[in-house]
């Protein structure tokens, strides 16, 4: 082994091998990067609402010049709301029941009040709210309700409360900082009611309550009174089906979610990311291109004197060795520099990241892990593979 080691120091290229070093790390680093960056940005654009499944869509009807002029009512009639149910791509259909009374509503963050306002609450069937039933209840008497509020309630606390008077910031994790009150009236009653936030919700953009506290509620305070829904929550079978599209656009009703072009916007990434892959594959093959000419050349110049070693009784493993580890110590170097690079780089955007989506999961490097390790024996195999064989072509050939 020495001596072989001894042949192979004496026409090593370190200028072929610092190219080789530099290209394969550059191009395994776009290569893990791309992947690392897909994975931890993703959910920015496709994170599910914790309390709705990604198949329930919210309809409405469309709001424009010409329904305001032809006095088009905004809401569901019986007929309309059993048109849309009767459709075959819909599996279930809830309606939003809206209070018929006044609230007005205050919530304060440690201390700090963030809301005073008159709001409106809503609430669509159980079924359809995907929380923990001992958390989603609500019993007659009870002055404790639990609320899901809009997500833009606690990024507006967060980006402006939070940020400009040095306030903690609040996750989903942290719900129980916050402190809601309800005050209802009507009918003759006033009644104060405490709101347990169980939770955040991203395609909602009201206050949503269980379905028991607004049956009892509008019966209490407003038992005259009784709308028709203005919006419709349905579960689809394929929200990427067409035919959900041309019935919404035919009946002149709009979903009011932003999933489609967050698929559309997940669909671009996704693409880029891949063209950023791709380029860095690229690199990678031609540095591995490069490092196995650079190894070619070296057992080329070396062929006589490796003959010998083979008529003397070396065997091609122990001649081919010296190689196959220079081979293995370069890939592995590249790959823990690439992963260090890596883990800098990720610290430096998931800080710009959680700077304006605090409550999305920090996740791990295990994907950019797990690719470099994959990359790491496919190429080595090769590697190694390859020489051997130019060895063995060398060994025959002495025959």
């Known amino acids: 082994m020495n001596l072989v080691w ?46 709705m499944k990604a198949d329930y869509l919210i309809v409405s009807k469309r709001i424009g010049t010409g329904s305001t002029i032809s006095g088009r009512s905004t809401s569901f009639t019986s007929a309309e709301t059993a048109d849309v149910k009767a ?17 007005y509503a205050t919530m304060g963050v440690s201390g700090t009040q963030v809301l005073n306002s008159e709001i409106f609450l809503e609430s669509v069937p159980d079924e359809f ?38 306030l903690p910031k609040i996750s989903d994790g942290l719900v129980g900082m916050i402190d809601f009150k309800l005050f209802i009236h009507g009918n003759g009653h006033e009644e104060d009611f405490t709101g347990r936030v169980i939770g955040f919700s991203n395609r909602l953009n009201t206050i949503l309550v269980p379905k028991a506290f607004m049956d009892w509620s509008n019966g209490y305070f407003a038992p005259n009174n009784q709308s028709n829904p203005t919006r419709l929550i349905v579960e689809v079978k394929n929200p990427a089906d067409e035919a959900v599209t041309k019935y919404v656009d035919q009946k002149g009703y709009e979903i009011e979610t932003d999933k489609l072009n967050a698929e559309k916007t997940t669909y671009f990434l996704r693409l880029i990311v ?40 070396y065997s091609p493993s122990r001649v081919s060795r010296p190689y196959q580890l220079l081979t293995l110590a370069l890939n592995v170097a590249v790959l823990l520099i690439a992963w260090l690079l890596l ?20 996740g791990n490097m295990l994907p950019a892990i797990i690719v470099g390790i994959l990359l790491l024996l496919i190429v080595t195999v090769f590697n ?16």
Do not use: C
């Open 87 to 103: 459709q075959p791509f819909i599996s279930r259909l809830g309606t939003f029941t809206s209070n018929e009374y006044k609230v």
């Open 274 to 313: 891949m063209l950023v892959m791709g380029i860095g594959l690229v690199i990678s093959l031609l540095s591995f291109y490069i490092l196995m000419l650079s190894i070619y050349l070296l057992v080329q110049k070396n062929a006589s004197k490796l003959e010998n070693l083979l008529l003397i009784g």
């Open 6 to 51: 001894k042949l192979l120091r004496q026409h090593i290229s370190v200028p072929q091998f610092i190219g080789f070093f530099f290209a394969n790390l550059f191009g395994m680093f776009i290569v893990l990067f791309g992947f690392q960056f897909y994975q931890d940005v993703l959910p920015v654009f496709t994170a599910e609402d914790s309390f």
């Open 129 to 166: 709210v995907d929380a923990p039933l001992a958390d989603w209840k609500y019993e007659e008497g009870s002055h404790e309700v639990p609320i899901i509020l809009p997500r833009t309630y606690i990024n507006m606390y967060n980006f402006g409360f939070a940020q400009s008077r040095s």
């Open 384 to 399: 190694l593979y390859a020489i051997r064989r130019k060895v063995i072509r060398i060994w025959q050939r002495k025959d």
């Open 343 to 362: 883990w800098m780089v990720r610290n430096y955007y998931m800080d710009v990241i959680f700077t304006f989506y605090p409550e999305m999961e920090e």
